[in-house]
């Protein structure tokens, strides 16, 4: 009887956890199996997979420019862009930790940036500012500066992207508000009574007590950035250019898969994205220890 009713209990709760796993079975488990497999193929989407082994890979690192202009495109964006996001995620974040009655609404405005950011309009929009006739370089202009060409200029164009990247803060502010407002008070007022300056206790109590939060932005933003794909492809019209000055790795991708019908390869630079994303991601958890502190470590 007991078992009976054990066996009736797990069936329910299978049941009511069934469709999470269907899903994860036929939209991520089961497509990674077969973009593994797809991997070691030549592959078009018009003819079954040819079994080609390591060729893919093989070409992959040692006969494709395109294939390691993209990776350095990808970790500038990522190296620059990721970073500056947080700084000023981090800036507005205590900007609007205060008593204000209007605060609620800034947080709002703040965060609506990160909600239509990825969007096609605002590429578009992003695309039209710094147009040369943009209302960016119509500032440099007015301000007596000489007017850039975003769109012939490979450095200025990959920083028009990563200035859009940085615009998209506002996930990571209010994660980090969140972080702010459970910093005890009374390490403030101590510290204060101790004659800190503004300066020692945001080096002193705001970076160490935020620091748990700054790892988990700093890995979620390294992920999304390494799959950023709908800005770059916008603003360069899905070359990549000028001078692939834009070609970001999960564009290189979809124009391997889909311009050029490499689907077989396109499926191996994806498994290698993967792994270069999980290697970074250790790199961060491993040297975590040297730089993340715990409250949990205080009475150590």
């Known amino acids: 009887m007991r078992r009976s009713h054990t066996l009736r209990a797990n069936l329910t709760g299978y049941a009511f956890i069934s469709p999470f796993i269907i899903g994860f079975l036929a939209f991520t488990l089961v497509p990674m199996v077969i973009s593994l497999y797809l991997s070691f193929t030549s592959y078009n989407l018009f003819t079954s997979p040819r079994w080609i082994g390591l060729d893919n890979f093989e070409k992959m690192f040692t006969n494709d420019p395109k294939y390691w202009n993209s990776v350095k495109v990808t970790f500038l964006y990522v190296v620059v862009g990721v970073p500056f996001r947080l700084m000023f995620a981090l800036f ?12 609620g609404s800034y947080r709002t405005m703040y965060y609506l940036p990160s909600i239509i950011g990825g969007s096609v309009a605002v590429s578009i929009m992003w695309r039209n500012i710094f ?33 859009l990247s940085v615009w998209q803060f506002g996930s990571s502010m209010l994660i980090f508000l969140a972080g702010l ?9 101590a510290s204060s ?3 800190a300056s503004p300066v020692r206790k945001f080096f002193s109590i705001t970076l160490p007590l935020l620091s748990p939060i700054i790892l988990f932005n700093l890995i979620m933003q390294t992920i999304s950035a390494f799959m950023t794909f709908v800005p770059a492809y916008i603003i360069s019209k899905g070359e990549g250019g000028p001078l692939d000055g834009t070609l970001l790795y ?14 077989g390869y396109a499926a191996a630079m994806a498994w290698v994205m993967l792994i270069m994303i999980a290697i970074l991601t250790a790199v961060l958890f491993l040297t975590s220890k040297f730089w993340v502190f715990y409250e949990t470590e205080r009475g150590r």
């Open 193 to 195: 009574v101790d004659g």
């Open 131 to 163: 147009s040369n006739e943009g209302v960016i370089n119509t500032l440099i202009g007015a301000l007596g500066g000489t007017p850039v060409k975003w769109f012939g200029d490979p450095n200025a164009a990959l920083g028009m992207l990563i200035s």
């Open 250 to 263: 999960s564009l290189y991708l979809f124009r391997q898969a889909f311009m050029f019908n490499n689907m």
């Open 181 to 189: 407002k459970n910093i005890p008070m009374e390490m403030y007022e």
């Open 92 to 103: 507005v974040a205590m900007l609007l930790n205060t008593k204000s009655r209007m605060v």
